[in-house]
Nanobody, 123 residues
């Protein structure tokens, strides 16, 4: 098992909410959430760095909120998702970096990845 583990996925109706969590073993300089729907490329959703500066994709801005805290043995990353739409259906992945101090939505920045948690939004 790697240093990142996501929880909190599930099935919800359109307009509903879900909160994803990512438990990390250790500390990271930047963390992010990505998603991938069947037949589509992996897409950056939201990112946060240790100054708590956040970045969002246009598709989720105003609906999703990324946050993070540090306690004990590692960081925990959250994604609060509201006003969910069927097009938000995807596998959601947590990603982390230990070197760059700016968190981007570029997948190649992140060497550490969780296994993903499925989010399904029905209409």
């Amino acid at each position: 098992q790697g240093p990142l583990m996501e929880t909190g996925g599930g099935a919800v109706q359109a307009g509903g909410s879900l909160r994803l969590s990512c438990t990390a073993s250790g500390s990271f300089t930047a963390m992010a959430w990505f998603r991938q729907a069947p037949g589509k490329e992996r897409e950056g959703v939201a990112a946060i760095d240790r100054t708590l500066t956040t970045t969002y994709s246009d598709s989720v801005k105003g609906r999703f909120t990324i946050s993070a805290d540090s306690a004990g043995a590692g960081d925990t990353l959250y994604l609060q998702m509201s006003s969910l739409k069927p097009e938000d259906t995807a596998m959601y992945y947590c990603a982390a970096d230990r070197w760059e101090h700016t968190a981007t939505l570029t997948a190649s920045q992140y060497p550490f990845w969780g296994r993903g948690t499925q989010v399904t939004v029905s209409s």
